[in-house]
């Protein structure tokens, strides 16, 4: 029972957590009623069979009162012999995050999404910077929160190339998207560039 209670404070107010008395056939705790059961009411478990391994059953669906469904979860409560004594049920009503993903899904759906207008976009270096940023990662698997020193300073150089620092204030908004000192990225773009200077002497 205490068991019963830790789990549905854990996931309230999602879930139910049902204590079922196989000797009495009986509900015999209720925490966190969402089925609108009573204790004393029937388990309707009294034709189950249960193998001698068994422990856990599910998970399952099932409909809540209000036809809601409900993802639910059974567990064998067995004694010291191992006869199976009680069962242990957690219903979760999944609903609520059904109608939260539909809601999520209608937003991010929106209206016809037309490519970015090139008049406005024309001089946007930021817009540029991100976009190429994000390819360079996608390209190569990459998660801009997770780059290592040395990866960051491959994608500075690969926006060295790209024409990317021309913008003004180009080098304070890279450190910052980069989460790089601005002397740091000075740092790489002046040794690239110096050996691109070598590279083109005679």
Known sequence: MPL????????????????HDLASQTIVHLANNLSRRTLGDDTALDDLEFDDDEGVIGPY??????????????????DDLGHPIGVLCVNVAISAFEQARATLELFTRGLPVAPQPERLFRDDWQDKVITFLHAWLEARHLALGTLTREQKHDLVLALEASGAFGGRNAVPYVAKVLDLGRGTIFKYLKAAREGAARTRRP
């Not at 669906?61 to 067995?78: F, H, P, Q, T």
């Open 4 to 19: 019963a209670d830790g789990l549905a404070a854990l996931l309230y107010p999602f879930a139910e957590v049902v204590v």
């Open 61 to 78: 669906e099932k409909r809540n009162w209000d036809g809601g469904r409900m993802r639910a979860i059974s567990v064998l409560i067995r």
